[in-house]
Every structure is written in C-alpha cells, then in structure tokens.
C-alpha cells in the first residue's frame, strides 16, 4: 500500500533555489540520463511502455505506445515536441513544474529523444507565462554546459538538443496537430487525421508530441524502474500525477499522488470546503471534462473509474464550486471561452460555439425562452462528434452535464437572472466593499 | 481606436509603415538570424519573430509584418493572417503595461469579475483599452494555469496570484507611477510590454534565477506529505536527506 501523497516530481519545490541545475543534481538529477545512455533505445522504449504510463495532457493515451507507432527510421529527421501550452481551465501543473524543476523535463526530453531518435526537441510553451519561459531557457543553457545537450551528451556521441518556442495566446495550440502548425509558423489550426504526426507530424517528419508531465515522469521510470512506477496507481491507470485543486476549499494547492486517489481525500486534504460549505460541482480534469457533484466524491480519480461514471479524468484539474454559485453563471462563462478559442476552422464548432454563447447568456441574464433548454442539447447533438477536433466536443460537456444535474437552474433563467438567485459577491474569496455590479458590467466583450 | 475595428482584422496605420531606422533595422537583422537559426526551417521563426517586432515597435505595426515577410519568405498577408490568430500580438499600439485579469469561470467566480468591474471604473478603460498616459493596457484573459492561486492578474505575463480589487488597483498605479512591482511569483520586477516581448522572442534577461521557485499552494501536497511523513515508494533513503 502506497502512501496517499507521493511527492516524486514535487520532492524538492521547496528548495530555496528548486529550479537550478545544482539542486537537481542533488536530488538525483540526470542519473537516468547516464543510465539510459548505456541502454539501447528500444530498451527505454519498452521500459517506458512496460510502465503502462498514460499521458498526462488530458487523452491518457500510452506514452510508450505512442513512441513505438512512430513510423520507423529512414535516415531523415524525426522529432519529440512536448506540449507545454497548458491553457484547459482549470489546469495548473505544468506551469509550476516548469517553474519550480524545469531539468525534470530536460532530462526527460533528453531520454525520450534518444529513445525515438530525436536530435532536435521543442518544447511548445504557452507564451503567457514568462517567467516559466525565463526558467526553461536557462535550464537548456545550463543542460547544454553540464554536457547533458549538444552532439556528444554524456561522452556517448549522442545527438540532442532543444529549442523552446513560446507559443501568443491560443487554447487551440493545446491540440496537438495546431501545435504543430503553430510551431511551423502558421495560424495554429488542427490538421486532418490521418495521417497522425507519427507517421507525418512537424515539418511532415515522424514526430511525438507528449505532455509535460509525461516526460517528466520518464527519468523516474528509468532510474527507478517501471515496477516501481507500477508500484503506485491502479491496474490500468500507473503511476503517480499531479492533482490540481482549486476554487471554494479551504486551501487549493497541488498534491501529487498515486492515480486513483479520490476527491473527498483530496478535499481533506485541502483542508475542507471552505467556511464549512456545501459541495455543488466540480470538474475532474479541467472545463473540457463533463462537471461531477457531491455523488462522485468517492469515484477513484483514475482514467477509466472516472469514465465509467460519465466524465473524464483529463488533466486532474479539479475546480470546486460551492453552494453559492450559479451552474448557469459557470456554465457561460465556459462557452464564452470556447466561443472566443474556436478557431475557425469548421463550421460545428465556429457556428455552434457562438450560437451556445448567445443561448446560454440570455439563460444567465434571466431571459431564456421554453424550448432554450432543448435547443442547446440539439446544438452540442450536432456539435459532438461532428466538429474537426476536439475543441467543438470539449465546448459541450460542460453544459450537457450541468443540464443533467441541474436542469432546474437552466429552467429558471427563463424568467431569473442568476445573479439574483446566487449573489455573485457570496462566491468571491475576499470581502467585498462596493456594491455588487450586475451582469451587463462584466459581460465578456467579443474580441 | 485606428488600429483595429470590429471585425478584428489587421488595419495598420501608415505611421506603422514609415520605415526602420537604419541602425534599427540592421539590429532586428542581426536577431532575426539568430532567431531562424534555432530552427529546422525557418517559417517557425514568425511567431518568436512576430514577438521580436513587439519588442521595438510596441504592437506588431505594418513595418514589422513587411519584415518578418522578408526576412522569411512569406507574403504579407501570410504573416498577418499569423498575426491575428494569436491574442498576444497587438494590433494597435500597447500600454507599456498589459494587465489582465482572469475572468475565465473559475477565477471570475472567485473574484475575478469584481476585479476587472473596478479596476475598469477605475482606469477609465474597457478590455484591450489603453490609458491616455499610455501605461496600462487592460485586459480580460483567459485560465493562465495558476488556478490555485484565484483570482490571478497577469501584469506583463507575470503572476500576481489571490488579488482583490484593492491589491490591483495598487498595482496599476504602482506601475502609472513608475515604482518596481514584484510579481507574486516570477521575475524581481515587471518588466515592460517591450522588454517581455524580447525575452519571449527567445532572447534571455539574465532574471531566470530571480524570484521564487514556488508559491504556497504549489507546496501544499507536499508540506503535508512532509508532516505525516508520507513518500513516495523506496524514496525514503534519498532526495530529503540531501536538503
């Protein structure tokens, strides 16, 4: 029996200067890197896979069996590109992990590179987070003196080295073919699959994209073995993550800790709800992922037990609303997001995503009509499934599982606007000196 | 505003298109090659590039876009329509501050809406509107991954984690009154609008070393992990003692 939290990745944050090379070296830090090197790269491959490690970017498709359905070598280049545009709301792990232990990655980039026959590795950075940018460039600099990058790492004559490329404010960029086109200079928009960028991924080449978390994780897996990471999870979701917790506890915070664990230990942990509240909803893996209430404090939160109950586990980005908020309120404010991120591209999810705003603001202001509540379950009807990628789905989940649990609240935007059924100055976290500005003032502008 | 209209398209003013100085350009040239260099091909140097243009322009003006088009290959209309997609690239000239608030559900739910109201009547300005004394430029942004900490306000793209209206209010004037602001979590001070566009061209300001590795909330998991002595599988003989 494991531990309930299992700091691996979140160990030394603490540490005064947590971020250098110095630090990292003290915990351990590129020994799996001068283990991999006297390994062959297919033995990483299949230690990575034997781990059974599932992506942690919100898919939780096998690290390991991604890596091995690259197309196979021809002598041209092949690429690992992590996505570290991490924007889901609600979502808040990569950016204090690059922050805090940003050589967690370079050393995983660097193993995963040799492992698929990477030279040249970028890490895709949200450009919204600048400091996290700082922090990332002067680890490559400093991996690059220790020796650990260049044409001869570890005195192996292996060939590795990064570029990291600060994204300009684009959810979409989080998907992992509009990432591509964003990194090849051009408006961040999915690309028709097949071909999957396996086989055709940047610049055409055969490229994996994983998430920050995943090869992150990877030097652990090497150094320690995939039993050990194994050790911790369940059968079918291994390994630890990176629970974020956020909104109406007593204290939100970051627990990394074996998958599995639930949402009222976690919620222990933080402490409680906040002044002794009413749980109302929460989302286990971000916006994208359809809202939980109170019902499934107990679900274990792991890739498959959070399926079997109806959402998904995505990226661990658990957002607590209490009882003072309006479903409604948050609820519109994700279409709004979704309406605003749209890229474009197809007509499902430009049309449907405004269309939703449209409905679902006239619900919140008190003025939605008798057939509302049934034209937005046809218009996500007509958008799942149906759109490009998985943006137009992800815009959906939100309002069809909110209309499951709450449909009541949706009902009663025909004639109430929610800031009079939920004061919005009850919900907020500091004590507010001003009367409260009704909806028309904080309306999102159409940008 | 003469920069941009409704329909969100790219209409520079003919100022933006004066051209470069000479030792301007011959400058942006230098970088420029230095930028392509970090890449395979070099169409993936628009977007540092597009950065590197707000860098000595302060907005991505007619004269930048004619430069990233011919130091890349590209038409102009290719780099515009580059510039546009992205909501970080301006498209009339910026504060030399940009606050933003994270009105996204969770943090507008936790106060963020209550923020960007008051600090709106209190500038005067609207979302992507600039004060008349050019120094801030309000914004609402969306989820800025630093939920734990709500509400956020990202000044320069720095975090300034659980604000109120009050703290933001101060902020704004700290940075109209030229004081150096720290960020909760991020560089020792705000850089401005320009300074933040180089570095995110890729161009290092030597601050990485400055400020915190991590806030409270990002420490929580493991301070109690710490209390009650609980590790991670056969963790217990390394890492702790080497603090």
Same mark, same amino acid.
């Given at each position: 029996?494991? *531990? /309930?939290?299992?700091? $691996?990745?979140?160990?030394?944050?603490?540490?005064?200067?947590?971020?250098?090379?110095?630090?990292?070296?003290?915990?351990?830090?590129?020994?799996? +890197? /001068?283990?991999?090197?006297?390994?062959?790269?297919?033995?990483?491959?299949?230690?990575?896979?034997?781990?059974?490690?599932?992506?942690?970017?919100?898919?939780?498709?096998?690290?390991?069996?991604?890596?091995?359905?690259?197309?196979? @070598?021809?002598?041209?280049?092949?690429?690992?590109?992590?996505?570290?545009?991490?924007?889901?709301?609600?979502?808040?792990?990569?950016?204090?992990?690059?922050?805090?232990?940003?050589?967690?990655?370079?050393?995983?980039?660097?193993?995963?590179?040799?492992? $698929?026959?990477?030279?040249?590795?970028?890490?895709?950075?949200?450009?919204?987070?600048?400091?996290?940018?700082?922090?990332?460039?002067?680890?490559?600099?400093?991996?690059?003196?220790?020796?650990?990058?260049?044409?001869?790492?570890? !005195?192996?004559?292996?060939?590795? *080295?990064?570029?990291?490329?600060?994204?300009?404010?684009?959810?979409?960029? !989080?998907?992992?073919?509009? +990432?591509?086109?964003?990194?090849?200079?051009?408006?961040?928009?999915?690309?028709?699959?097949?071909?999957?960028? !396996?086989?055709?991924?940047?610049?055409?080449?055969?490229?994996?994209?994983?998430?920050?978390?995943?090869?992150?994780?990877?030097?652990?897996?090497?150094?320690?073995?995939?039993?050990?990471?194994?050790?911790?999870?369940?059968?079918?979701?291994?390994?630890?993550?990176?629970?974020?917790?956020?909104?109406?506890?007593?204290?939100? !915070?970051?627990?990394?800790?074996?998958?599995?664990? /639930?949402?009222?230990?976690? $919620?222990?942990?933080?402490?409680?709800?906040?002044?002794?509240?009413?749980?109302?909803?929460?989302?286990?893996?971000? %916006?994208?992922? @359809?809202?939980?209430?109170?019902?499934? +404090?107990?679900? @274990?939160? *792991?890739?498959?037990?959070?399926?079997?109950?109806?959402?998904?586990?995505?990226?661990?980005?658990?957002?607590?609303?209490?009882?003072?908020?309006?479903?409604?309120?948050?609820?519109?404010?994700?279409?709004?997001?979704?309406?605003?991120?749209?890229?474009?591209?197809?007509?499902?999810?430009?049309?449907?995503?405004?269309? +939703?705003?449209? $409905?679902?603001?006239?619900?919140?202001?008190?003025?939605?009509?008798?057939?509302?509540? *049934?034209?937005?379950?046809?218009?996500?009807?007509?958008?799942?499934?149906? %759109?490009?990628?998985?943006?137009?789905?992800?815009?959906?989940?939100?309002?069809?599982? #909110?209309?499951?649990?709450?449909?009541?609240?949706?009902?009663?935007?025909?004639?109430?606007? #929610?800031?009079?059924?939920?004061?919005?100055?009850?919900?907020?976290?500091?004590?507010?000196?001003?009367?409260?500005?009704?909806?028309?003032?904080?309306?999102?502008?159409?940008? | 505003?003469?920069?941009?209209?409704?329909?969100?398209?790219?209409?520079?003013?003919?100022?933006?298109?004066?051209?470069?100085?000479?030792?301007?350009?011959?400058?942006?040239?230098?970088?420029?090659?230095?930028?392509?260099?970090?890449?395979?091909?070099?169409?993936?140097?628009?977007?540092?590039?597009?950065?590197?243009?707000?860098?000595?322009?302060?907005?991505?003006?007619?004269?930048?876009?004619?430069?990233?088009?011919?130091?890349?290959?590209?038409?102009?209309?290719?780099?515009?329509?580059?510039?546009?997609?992205?909501?970080?690239?301006?498209?009339?000239?910026?504060?030399?501050? &940009?606050?933003?608030?994270? &009105?996204?559900?969770?943090?507008?739910?936790?106060?963020?809406?209550?923020?960007?109201?008051?600090?709106?009547?209190?500038?005067?300005?609207?979302?992507?509107?600039?004060?008349?004394?050019?120094?801030?430029?309000?914004?609402?942004?969306?989820?800025?991954?630093?939920?734990?900490?709500?509400?956020?306000?990202?000044?320069?793209?720095?975090?300034?984690?659980?604000? &109120?209206?009050?703290?933001?209010?101060?902020?704004?004037?700290?940075?109209?009154?030229?004081?150096?602001?720290?960020?909760?979590?991020?560089?020792?001070?705000?850089?401005?609008?320009?300074?933040?566009?180089?570095?995110?061209?890729?161009?290092?300001?030597?601050?990485?070393?400055?400020?915190?590795?991590?806030?409270?909330?990002?420490?929580?998991?493991?301070?109690?992990?710490?209390?009650?002595?609980? &590790?991670?599988?056969?963790?217990?003989?390394?890492?702790?003692?080497?603090?």
């Amino acid at each position: 029996m494991t *531990d /309930t939290l299992t700091p $691996i990745l979140t160990k030394f944050w603490d540490d005064p200067q947590s971020w250098t090379l110095a630090t990292y070296e003290r915990h351990d830090g590129y020994k799996a +890197l /001068t283990k991999a090197l006297e390994m062959e790269p297919q033995a990483i491959i299949d230690a990575v896979k034997d781990s059974s490690i599932r992506g942690r970017g919100g898919a939780g498709f096998p690290t390991g069996m991604k890596w091995s359905f690259m197309s196979p @070598p021809d002598g041209g280049p092949r690429y690992l590109v992590v996505n570290a545009d991490e924007s889901e709301p609600g979502t808040c792990k990569d950016v204090p992990l690059m922050m805090a232990n940003p050589h967690a990655l370079i050393e995983g980039v660097i193993i995963a590179s040799y492992a $698929i026959g990477c030279e040249h590795a970028f890490i895709y950075l949200r450009g919204e987070v600048v400091h996290v940018y700082r922090r990332l460039l002067r680890a490559v600099e400093e991996a690059r003196a220790a020796g650990h990058l260049g044409t001869n790492v570890g !005195g192996k004559g292996v060939t590795v *080295d990064i570029t990291v490329h600060a994204g300009a404010g684009a959810y979409i960029c !989080g998907e992992e073919t509009a +990432l591509l086109d964003s990194l090849e200079g051009r408006r961040g928009q999915p690309r028709l699959k097949p071909p999957f960028p !396996g086989a055709a991924g940047l610049y055409a080449r055969p490229t994996s994209v994983n998430n920050v978390e995943s090869i992150a994780s990877v030097p652990g897996i090497i150094l320690e073995g995939s039993d050990w990471f194994k050790g911790m999870g369940t059968e079918k979701s291994t390994g630890f993550g990176i629970f974020s917790l956020s909104g109406h506890v007593t204290n939100p !915070g970051q627990f990394e800790a074996p998958l599995g664990i /639930t949402m009222r230990e976690l $919620i222990e942990l933080a402490g409680g709800m906040r002044g002794g509240r009413k749980l109302k909803f929460w989302t286990p893996g971000g %916006s994208s992922t @359809p809202i939980f209430t109170e019902e499934h +404090l107990d679900v @274990p939160l *792991d890739f498959d037990s959070v399926a079997a109950a109806g959402s998904m586990l995505g990226t661990r980005a658990l957002q607590v609303f209490d009882e003072t908020v309006s479903v409604v309120r948050a609820v519109a404010r994700w279409t709004d997001f979704y309406a605003h991120e749209s890229c474009g591209k197809c007509t499902p999810c430009r049309e449907g995503t405004w269309w +939703l705003r449209q $409905i679902m603001n006239r619900i919140e202001a008190g003025q939605g009509t008798q057939d509302d509540i *049934d034209k937005l379950v046809d218009i996500c009807d007509n958008i799942l499934g149906r %759109s490009f990628c998985a943006l137009g789905d992800a815009a959906t989940s939100p309002i069809t599982s #909110a209309v499951q649990y709450f449909r009541e609240e949706f009902e009663a935007g025909m004639h109430t606007p #929610a800031h009079e059924l939920f004061p919005p100055e009850k919900s907020v976290l500091f004590t507010v000196q001003t009367p409260v500005q009704t909806k028309e003032s904080s309306g999102m502008v159409s940008a | 505003m003469s920069g941009h209209d409704a329909s969100g398209h790219l209409h520079v003013s003919s100022e933006s298109k004066a051209p470069y100085a000479a030792d301007v350009l011959e400058k942006l040239h230098v970088d420029a090659a230095e930028v392509i260099a970090r890449y395979p091909q070099k169409r993936s140097a628009l977007l540092p590039l597009l950065h590197l243009v707000q860098s000595v322009d302060g907005y991505v003006t007619g004269r930048g876009v004619s430069f990233c088009a011919e130091v890349l290959d590209l038409t102009e209309a290719e780099v515009s329509g580059v510039a546009t997609f992205y909501t970080q690239y301006k498209r009339h000239p910026n504060g030399d501050y &940009t606050v933003g608030v994270c &009105t996204n559900t969770l943090c507008a739910v936790m106060g963020g809406d209550l923020i960007f109201d008051r600090l709106s009547e209190h500038l005067g300005i609207g979302h992507d509107e600039t004060t008349e004394d050019g120094r801030i430029t309000l914004e609402r942004v969306e989820c800025n991954a630093a939920c734990d900490y709500a509400p956020v306000v990202m000044a320069n793209w720095e975090f300034f984690d659980n604000q &109120t209206p009050e703290s933001t209010i101060g902020l704004v004037e700290d940075l109209r009154a030229g004081k150096d602001v720290a960020p909760t979590r991020g560089a020792a001070k705000v850089c401005t609008f320009k300074e933040v566009s180089r570095v995110l061209a890729g161009f290092e300001d030597g601050r990485a070393d400055e400020g915190v590795g991590a806030g409270p909330a990002s420490l929580l998991g493991l301070k109690i992990a710490n209390e009650r002595g609980w &590790t991670a599988p056969g963790a217990q003989a390394d890492g702790k003692d080497a603090k």
